[in-house]
């Protein structure tokens, strides 16, 4: 019996709600277990300690340590490699999305005109196999067309907003922010009375920074005034006469401080010589500040100010802390002739898109006038529910909606997965806009890419944190609400820890012929309805299981870098490099973003918090940033055929409405491009010599890169490389294998590579005797032939060992 330690923090933690944990610990929201090399939190989260503070979802925000030190028994914890907890409670929506297997021949063929498919069957148990057992047919899932006009069931509505809520618009705010979080505001435009160091300067004092995990490195989370006194003050310089309208104020990020300003006042300048302060009447304003560190709060002036300068001056702190502080100020540009900074304005977008910010209602309005617009080419289609019932909508872009087409590759665009990081969800709500308006023009480039490629758009997979994030707006969000599930579930690390599988079986298998390396099947204890997986992502599998997508991106936010398998590092480490048997390619396929991407791609851009990914050129090995058990990315390339890269789009991770079309210009030709790769490498079909039909699940090799794939259900199949010359290897169940050489050229299209193969004579047989037909007569010439070639061997083999006897008796 064997004794580990339980830590367990304060009552409010930074960026994690766990619903299990709550439970768990009676109000708490976070625990670890030292289980003797690493820690388990609850959450299906499996991490070192260093790790997690280092991803700034367990910064205490609440009161100090409370226990230090608990005993408990592990041979009572569960020795599955993950950790699952119910809930304790069951879902007011019950979920139609299962787990199925990732046989790509599940997928559903429309042999029916356009937006043809038909209504969809459940899958009533989940699979865990990688493939249905032999002789055996596995039921389709399909996903029909949605009618948007349908309305919201009366109870989710209930549960997921008040009418309170629907009259309000947390976007009409009377003027926007400056740009402190997005950093529009540069570092130059902000200055201080004074600063206890660098990584404390005024530089440091925007809303929803992020500290690194050491306190006194120059990534620290607050401006930090050197002297506790009321003449602190810090200064944001709008470079043109600016109506200021208010102040959003939040303390410091620390893991190991507790600082935060309690009451606070405004100055204003025309010239920065002489200050006017803010008034409430006759008398100087004293605004409320923080209560805690991380929640924003909001102090609307009495009247707006005309002004160029702006100074926020502490009065009052947290009586066991400093002056330090993290802020936003709202404020309206005015007209300025003389402005010699016109120069920096921004243009915006040229595009006609509905850029702002939309809930669950009003998206489903925009998804429906697109489907309008252009119906010929799109299809609305839901994958499952989330947890409070809100339908995950996904918009389908192709030539033939609601149909695959042979030889054409199917990709996808997932956003949202966290709710608060809400600008993925934007932008592709301005991609299927724009794609549709492009077509319509006759852009031969888009109308290529219609026409060559089956576009799948995901704008929201949480919508439930989506919704409780907007209901507090951009800017009072905060850095974590809204970013779980209702359950509590951090949807990054909820897809099932194949990696560990992979991991565990290379190592106890030492014929590397029987090595696994693809298509991964799921633990059984993960498709249990007891397991702790969200609906969400139980729907988004089945998605993954059902089509067989190619390429995909999953679209983040909150900092600039795309990120590439593997996101798990093999022995927990925090962080290391981990990389796949195709990081040539994965390596390609992030820099194809980030060198398009208009911010990343800047050599002059300052970090967004505490890691400079310019050194990496904006892209990084996941796990070399920190390890993430089961995240999308791994899973997707171990137990589907499709690649898989998150984008982190942005340093604000819910921007305000105003910079959308910044934020559009600058992410829409990475989009593009991006979904353009699914068009690199090798792709063909696979046939039945005698009868020409497309051979499905077949598994293609390519020498030198330890990780296949397998065709879809008529036989196609799609392979990304990078240029060169491969020699691939096809092989199927009753069939001969069959090798060539295929090259991948340099241009923007795939090699086509097509492999015909031929029956075994045992198959052949099998086939005829089920058939109740005679065996022909080259068959049984094959056939005895081969019991022949099976006779002189065995013959062979026991002649051998006869005279290995012999020679030992006579020695």
Not at 785 to 793: D, S
């Amino acid at each position: 019996m064997s004794i580990t330690v339980i830590y367990i923090y304060g009552t409010i933690w930074h960026d994690t709600s766990c619903a299990s944990s709550r439970n768990i610990t009676g109000g708490f929201n976070g625990i670890y277990l030292g289980l003797e090399k690493f820690f388990f939190f609850f959450c299906l989260q499996r991490e070192t300690l260093t790790q997690r503070l280092k991803e700034r979802e367990m910064a205490p925000l609440g009161a100090y340590l409370l226990f230090t030190l608990m005993f408990a028994i592990s041979d009572a914890l569960p020795t599955s490699d993950t950790v699952t907890f119910s809930s304790g409670t069951t879902s007011p929506v019950s979920s139609t999305s299962t787990t199925t297997s990732p046989n790509p021949a599940s997928v559903t063929h429309s042999t029916a005109g356009k937006g043809s498919d038909p209504a969809p069957t459940a899958q009533p148990n989940a699979s865990a196999t990688a493939k249905p057992p032999a002789g055996t047919e596995q039921p389709a899932v399909r996903f029909s067309t949605e009618d948007l006009d349908e309305s919201i069931d009366k109870n989710v509505e209930k549960r997921v907003w008040s009418k309170e809520e629907e009259d309000e618009d947390p976007e009409n705010q009377a003027c926007p922010p400056l740009g402190l979080e997005s950093l529009r505001v540069k570092d130059t435009q902000l200055r201080a009375s004074s600063f206890q160091r660098h990584g404390l300067g005024p530089h440091r004092g925007r809303l929803n920074i992020q500290s690194g995990i050491e306190d006194g490195d120059i990534y620290d989370g607050a401006w930090c005034a050197r002297y506790e006194d009321r003449n602190q003050w810090l200064e944001v310089d709008a470079r043109r006469p600016t109506l200021f309208t208010g102040v959003i104020l939040q303390g410091r990020s620390s893991i190991w401080s507790w600082d935060w300003v309690e009451t606070y006042k405004v100055q204003l300048s025309n010239d920065s010589i002489i200050w006017k302060p803010s008034m409430n009447g006759t008398n100087e304003a004293v605004y409320e500040g923080n209560q805690d560190t991380e929640t924003p709060v909001l102090a609307v002036f009495p009247e707006p100010i005309m002004a160029r300068y702006i100074r926020i001056n502490p009065q009052t702190w947290f009586v066991n802390g400093t002056v330090c502080l993290r802020a936003e100020v709202l404020g309206c540009p005015l007209p300025d002739p003389n402005n010699i900074y016109t120069w920096e304005t921004d243009e915006g977008s040229k595009d006609k898109l509905d850029f702002r910010h939309h809930n669950y209602k009003e998206m489903k309005k925009l998804m429906k006038s697109v489907n309008e617009d252009c119906p010929d080419i799109t299809r609305i289609y839901s994958i499952g529910k989330s947890y409070m019932g809100l339908k995950l909508y996904v918009m389908e872009i192709s030539d033939n909606p609601g149909k695959h087409e042979l030889g054409e590759p199917e990709f996808r665009y997932v956003a949202g997965m966290h709710g608060n990081e809400a600008l993925g969800r934007e932008l592709l709500l301005n991609l299927m806009q724009y794609l549709c308006h492009e077509y319509k023009k006759g852009n031969q480039r888009i109308v290529r890419l219609v026409k060559e490629t089956r576009i799948h758009l995901l704008p929201s997979m949480n919508p439930d944190g989506y919704e409780t994030a907007y209901k507090k707006g951009s800017e009072l969000a905060g850095w974590a609400l809204g970013r779980y599930s209702y359950e509590g579930i951090d949807m990054n690390h909820n897809f099932a820890d194949l990696n560990s599988v992979m991991w565990d079986a290379l190592e106890m298998e030492t014929d590397k012929s029987k090595q696994i390396n693809h298509y991964i099947p799921i633990p059984e204890k993960y498709t249990s309805e007891e397991a702790f997986v969200a609906s969400e992502t139980r729907a988004v599998i089945s998605w993954m299981q059902n089509i067989p997508f190619v390429l995909s991106a999953n679209l983040h936010g909150g900092e600039l870098v795309v990120t590439y398998p593997f996101d798990m590092t093999r022995d927990w480490a925090p962080r290391e490099q981990t990389p796949t048997p195709d990081d040539s390619f994965f390596r390609w396929l992030a820099t194809v973003y980030a060198s398009t991407n208009q911010v990343m791609s800047n050599p002059d851009r300052r970090p967004c918090h505490n890691e400079d990914f310019l050194r990496h050129n904006n892209i990084i090995n996941g796990a070399d940033w920190h390890t993430v058990p089961g995240s999308m990315n791994d899973f997707s390339y171990l137990h589907t055929n499709c690649f898989e890269v998150t984008v982190e789009l942005s340093c604000d991770k819910f921007p305000h409405a105003s910079e959308l079309p910044t934020e559009w210009e600058n992410n829409k030709e990475s989009l593009l491009v991006y979904m353009e790769q699914v068009h690199r490498g090798l792709k063909g079909v696979v046939k039945d010599k005698d009868t020409e039909a497309g051979i499905a699940d077949a598994i293609i090799q390519v020498d030198g890169i330890d990780h296949h794939i397998r065709s879809a259900f008529d036989g196609d199949y799609w392979r990304l490389l990078n240029p060169g010359e491969y020699e691939v290897t096809v092989r199927a169940e009753g069939y001969f294998s069959s090798r060539r050489m295929c090259r991948v050229e340099y241009d923007h299209y795939p090699t086509i590579c097509n492999f015909i193969l031929t029956k075994t004579p045992k198959q052949r047989l099998r086939e005829i005797l089920a058939k109740g037909g005679k065996i022909p007569k080259d068959l049984q010439l094959r056939l005895r032939q081969l019991r022949i070639r099976k006779l002189r061997v065995t013959t062979k083999a026991i002649n051998r060992r006869r005279a290995q006897k012999r020679r030992a008796r006579a020695v």
